[in-house]
């Protein structure tokens, strides 16, 4: 059996290197982290062979003063920390004092820095970590570092790297994301003697994401300030028209650095629910300003990871800044006829209309004050209407009046209500998208013709009124408290530990939604009631569903586990495509959705509303050229 020893020192420099240097991306990484906290103003960032052959970072930064140099590459020599409870409240990016010598552990580096005060630099060069040269050098103030050849002395990590252009691609994903974080300093970017991206350095988000990824994005996003409890957020969201189909265009940091956060990813994608088609998630860049001693950063040595001291205060906060933005303005999409790519044209296809596919009056209806779909005479197909309010109110008792005969200005001074009794939220009020707009016609017997100012709007019936019933049913449902029902015979439900805890810190929670929960020992728990909802009690998957949720993600009430249920119910009782409306009802349905919250998307995501502006149909008249 062999004996314990210790390991010598540049085998422990070389593990040591592997938790924080991966591939070329981290070097890079911890480089420019450096620089930004050297007070840089401006970063070059070069690279050849995707980052394998050649690194090279220079930055207009503090410098590292002579008697430093050599210091600064012995591991955990960091000028950032001097006490263990500077821990608690850390604002460099790094900290821990490893990266250079994890670097010169693995590669070929020179460096030459120099501060302000001195006359001239100091050159070091370092291979494999032994220091092969140090002397006096000509340098502006500031640091330029070259690595060359990583891994070219642990061949076994050298052989796992991609090949250059994938190593490369990483490499552009860590300078976007800088680049993002810290939009006060000018970012340049080489790749094989190409600059891909050159930032301006004016503090400027918007900027930076119009040299990053172009002006069509920059166009779609929205600002973001946010601040509460000492807690500051701040960047932007894109509009959801400008959803992808990954998560690759989220983007959050605390403090300027770059973080993974499920928590604040979910917070996001929850603000966005009903807003995004399925599959899409939104595109932000967030940065969140946090109070002392509430995040932990020293979680992994390459600090992408954090624990917050109250996960449910962070999610709430980023929920709340992302939801203000979204209700302040008109998320109606434009759309064009014209296409970004080139396509050969096809033959144009004569199409003959039936004359019932558009209905047209001379005399199109003007916006009326105060009509409701009571007063318009206004009814769905009733059989999926009675379907759907069956599960809500099984005696049947004035099912339809519940939903689609509330006058609008009942629903008017309840908003007014509401209002005064929150003062405290000064959300900025939504100018009504239309106001001064005339009902042209329908078309194909779904789609309602809307005329305002200089654009055309084109309403889907479906999606607006599924819209409408998706918010009467969600008001009716978080109105009442759920019912619960006694169980003549009590079930048990066995807990693993963890969810013996979820469920012991939300004992309030689940009593609220309906529970009586009672426990016998052992992770065993009897069920002894049970929410009686949708017409039907809960089951023992319900309760188990909730408990996952509750591990997962931020649960308030029993609405937010049945969302898709009301989303469903609200698609079978809407009116259907192809149901011819009157303008009475058309003119009510659009006045109804006015009252809405979030008036420009189905629960499903499809948009309600698409404008289409006067520009470009005459461009295709030909009366505007190009």
């Not at 592997?18 to 930004?36: D, F, H, T, Y």
């Not at 992808?244 to 979910?266: D, H, L, P, T, W």
């Amino acid at each position: 059996m062999s004996s314990i020893q210790l390991l010598e020192n540049n085998i422990i420099n070389k593990i040591a290197a592997g938790e924080v240097v991966e591939r070329p991306a981290s070097v890079v990484k911890e480089l420019m982290e450096n620089s930004i906290d050297a007070g840089a103003s401006s970063i070059t960032v070069e690279i050849a062979g995707g980052g394998i052959d050649l690194i090279k970072i220079t930055d207009n930064g503090r410098g590292i003063p002579k008697a430093e140099v050599r210091t600064a590459f012995l591991r955990h020599a960091t000028s950032k920390l001097r006490k263990i409870e500077d821990l608690d409240d850390i604002l460099t990016l790094g900290f821990r004092g490893e990266a250079l010598s994890s670097i010169a552990a693995v590669a070929q580096v020179e460096m030459i820095t120099r501060t302000e005060d001195e006359e001239t630099g100091t050159r070091i060069v370092i291979n494999g970590g032994k220091v092969e040269k140090e002397e006096e050098a000509a340098a502006n103030t500031g640091t330029a570092f070259t690595v060359k050849n990583i891994f070219c002395n642990t061949p076994a990590r050298r052989k796992f790297l991609k090949k250059p252009a994938t190593e490369g691609g990483y490499v552009s994903e860590t300078v976007q994301r800088i680049a993002l974080g810290h939009p006060e300093v000018a970012i340049r970017y080489i790749n094989n003697g190409n600059t891909v991206i050159q930032t301006s350095g004016k503090n400027d988000l918007k900027s930076a994401v119009l040299y990053i990824f172009g002006r069509s994005m920059a166009k779609e996003m929205l600002d973001v300030k946010y601040s509460r409890s000492g807690f500051k957020v701040e960047g932007l969201i894109a509009k959801p028209e400008f959803s992808r189909g990954n998560r690759n265009y989220e983007y959050f940091f605390i403090n300027g650095r770059y973080i993974k956060s499920a928590i604040v990813s979910e917070a996001v994608e929850e603000a966005y629910k009903g807003k995004l088609m399925t599959g899409k998630f939104p595109v932000f860049i967030l940065d969140l300003t946090v109070p002392p001693n509430t995040v932990d950063v020293n979680v992994h040595p390459t600090k992408l990871e954090v624990r917050f001291s109250d996960e449910s205060m962070v999610y709430d906060i980023i929920y709340d800044a992302v939801t203000k933005v979204l209700k302040e303005i008109d998320l109606i999409p434009s759309v064009t006829w014209d296409s970004e790519k080139k396509i050969k044209p096809e033959p144009v296809k004569q199409i003959k209309l039936d004359e019932t596919d558009f209905i047209y009056d001379s005399k199109p209806i003007e916006r009326q004050q105060g009509i409701s779909l009571a007063d318009s005479g206004y009814r769905p197909e009733k059989s999926p209407v009675s379907r759907a309010m069956d599960t809500l109110y099984p005696d049947g008792e004035e099912r339809e009046i519940k939903i689609l005969n509330d006058v609008l200005s009942e629903n008017m001074e309840k908003a007014r209500s509401e209002e005064k009794t929150k003062p405290e939220e000064k959300t900025k009020a939504r100018k009504p998208f239309f106001y001064n707009y005339r009902i042209v016609g329908q078309i194909f017997a779904t789609y309602w013709i809307v005329e305002q100012n200089n654009s055309m709007y084109l309403i889907d019936q479906h999606a607006a009124h599924e819209r409408a019933l998706y918010e009467e049913f969600t008001k009716q449902f978080k109105s009442s408290a759920p019912l619960s029902q006694r169980l003549l015979q009590p079930i048990a439900v066995n807990l693993t530990e963890s969810e013996k805890v979820i469920v012991e810190d939300n004992m309030e929670l689940l009593k609220s939604f309906g529970f009586e929960i009672e426990e016998l020992g052992r992770g065993t728990y009897a069920l002894r009631s049970v929410p009686y909802i949708f017409n039907s009690p809960g089951n023992i998957s319900f309760f188990t569903d909730i408990i996952d949720a509750l591990g997962d993600k931020n649960i308030k009430s029993i609405y937010d586990t049945k969302e898709d249920a009301i989303a469903m119910m609200s698609c079978k009782a809407a009116v259907k495509g192809n149901d011819r409306l009157s303008y009475s009802e058309a003119q009510a349905l659009i006045q109804k959705i006015l009252l809405l919250e979030d008036p420009f998307t189905c629960p499903h995501g499809r948009p309600t509303v698409i404008e289409m502006s006067r520009y470009e149909l005459e461009k295709k008249f030909k009366r505007i050229q190009d």
